[in-house]
């Protein structure tokens, strides 16, 4: 069964930047879509990030566009969430989520279109 890994979490000031990683031991993330989500205190799961798996389809909320990229090192097996500007709206827990898929280019962008998920790591965007 997919086990997924996040990574790269943690306390930065307002403006610096974060990268996070996901990862799948013992799978090739390239056979999965693969989405960032958060959740913070009091609010419902959002979507922050898919991308397709052919890596060139992506999709940002539009509270993150500009400032986020999320990108696969293929070389590596990971997903990585390269997070930028960051302000303490961003503060939440950071989810991977993945799901095969047989279609190189789609960009899953609704959590319950994911069956696997990841235990989460915290950021907080705090001076």
């Known amino acids: 069964q997919l086990q997924l890994v996040e990574s790269g979490g943690g306390l930065v000031q307002p403006g610096g930047s974060l990268r996070l990683s996901c990862a799948a031991p013992?799978?090739?993330?390239?056979?999965?879509?693969v989405g960032w989500f958060r959740q913070a205190p009091g609010k419902k799961r959002e979507l922050v990030s898919c991308i397709s798996r052919n890596g060139r389809n992506t999709e940002y909320s539009d509270s993150v566009k500009g400032r986020f990229t999320i990108s696969r090192s293929n070389g590596e097996n990971l997903v990585y969430l390269q997070m930028s500007s960051l302000k303490p709206e961003d503060t939440a827990v950071y989810y991977c989520a993945a799901d095969p898929s047989v279609i190189l280019t789609m960009c899953l962008i609704e959590s319950r279109e994911y069956a696997s998920w990841g235990r989460g790591t915290q950021v907080t965007v705090s001076s």
């Open positions: 013992g799978f090739n993330l390239d056979n999965y879509n």
